[in-house]
């Protein structure tokens, strides 16, 4: 599945591969826009196959309804929602488009990374999760928070996608729009036997 919209200040593709021999994916993209929030989620329901991909279409029918600004007491209605299920890793960020900050907090072994560029060096910076299994066992949910500059990359995965990876493997990812970022992580860097599934955006203010 791939989705590509343009807001006005943000450009984003979302793309997703189930793992090989299933069918349907556990993982699940959310992007969803309020006035001057734009609220980014994405789940990775525990397994594969139709089991975990109920548990993400649960997780984002939920989402959609009731984010709000507040990722950490999203984070929290979610897991009290999924209690009973096979449980989810997640990850939430909600990004002002007005202040230009991004807020984020993430459960499991989803990553938030941002890709930035610099005059003397190109980088990149990762918000963390704690870990856990929302729906089953949480911590009190952290908040990060990361001012964005103009061009930024903003890259929500699944751990179906290598976690580290450097610019150099993918030196054109500041040139590529978004559609060709979210689909090459999953080619250069996914895993054949696990969901991929990675949200790509471009932070044009």
Known sequence: MVVKRMLEQIDYFYSNRPCLGERVSGDIAIVEQQEQLLFVGI????????????????????????????????????HDKLKGSLGAAVGLGVLNLETQQLSYTGV???VLKICRRQEQQNCT?????TDGIVGSHIRHPVE???????????????????????????PLIFVDDTMKIA???????????????????????
């Open 125 to 129: 910076k990762r918000l963390y999760s």
């Open 144 to 170: 990060q928070r990361l001012q964005l500059t103009k061009s930024d990359i903003i890259l929500f995965y699944t751990d179906g996608i290598r976690e580290h990876f450097s610019l150099e493997e993918y």
């Open 108 to 110: 499991g072994n989803t």
């Open 43 to 78: 789940v990775d329901g525990l397994g594969h196959g139709k089991n975990a991909n109920l548990v993400a279409r649960t997780a984002k029918d939920y989402l959609q309804k009731t984010w709000d600004s507040d990722v950490c007491h999203t984070m929290l209605r979610l």
């Open 183 to 205: 689909k090459k992580l999953i080619q250069l860097f996914g895993k054949k036997h696990d969901d991929a599934t990675c949200i790509a955006l471009k932070y044009q203010p």
